[in-house]
């Protein structure tokens, strides 16, 4: 396959980026996306041309750390599909491909494609621990879970942190991250004696991250590379709401109204 890349190209936070166009011959239908982008980059070094620059490590599906706007869709074409999973043959010779970082004011470019996505470790860390016993490790059975909650728990869970329900979303909200890191916890009895303040942190970290507001549009579940569902944001909401009126409750009484 012979294509055309037009890549974003950026050396630091503070410069001005650009798009630059590249010529890709002799690229195998067999590659990955990232492997493709391996073998521009031998060609560019072998020039003495500075290389592209994105984030990878597992190249797995795992890690969420390919994030890319492929063609206008975060990961590329394909549904439920990380950039390190797509392979070339979604694409035709001759194509003519666009590649960018995400673009959000929560996630600075750093380098190319690579954007900085420490707040997503912010909002985690909010959420602080869950509150369970030391000593040995428990027995896989002691506390009974019923099959439904364990099963959307492990379906939240599967959020890899990407953030392409961020780059999707016109409103950049991280909302579909945010909930699903609340409910998998919220789901389990591990979670229950945080799971207030927890919805009430980590919302207020989003709002300090500068993320954009959900308005439900529905962009982000459909470019989720996970298949996480919109209903998690609906779950976190619910607990975000209680919270806030037991918090209000509390402050009343101790104002002694």
């Known amino acids: ?54 984030d990878h490590d597992c190249r797995e599906g795992i890690c969420g750390t390919c994030g890319m706007v492929i063609n206008g869709a975060p990961h590329g074409p ?41 707040a997503f470790d912010r909002i985690i860390a909010a959420g602080g621990f869950i509150t369970v016993p030391t000593g040995s490790a428990p027995d896989g059975n002691a506390i009974p879970v019923p099959k439904t909650d364990a099963d ?13 329900c961020v780059a999707a979303c016109p409103n950049a909200s991280a909302m579909l991250f945010t909930s699903a890191k609340v ?44 298949e996480i569902k919109l209903e998690v944001i609906a779950r976190m909401n619910r607990d975000y709401l209680r919270a806030s009126w037991t918090a209000r409750g509390e402050a009343a009484r101790e104002d002694g109204i």
């Open 1 to 54: 396959m012979r294509l055309t890349l037009n890549v974003w190209r950026q050396k630091d936070r503070k410069a001005e980026g650009r798009f630059v166009t590249y010529d890709a011959p002799d690229i195998s239908p067999d590659m990955s996306f990232l492997e493709m982008l391996d073998v521009v980059n031998e060609r560019l070094i072998a020039k003495n041309e500075d290389p592209i620059a994105f």
């Open 152 to 164: 959307q728990a492990m379906d939240a869970a599967a959020c890899i942190g990407c953030g392409a």
């Open 183 to 226: 409910a998998h916890l919220g789901l389990l009895p591990q979670g229950q004696p945080e799971r207030e303040q927890r919805a009430l942190n980590m919302v207020a970290q989003v709002k300090e991250e500068m993320f954009g507001s959900c308005t439900n549009i529905g962009e982000c579940e459909a470019v989720c590379p996970k």
């Open 78 to 118: 394909r549904r439920a599909t990380t950039a390190c999973q797509l392979h070339m043959r979604s694409f035709k010779d001759g194509d003519t491909i666009t590649i960018e970082p995400w673009r959000a004011t929560a996630f600075p470019v750093l380098k190319d494609l690579v954007v900085d996505r420490a």
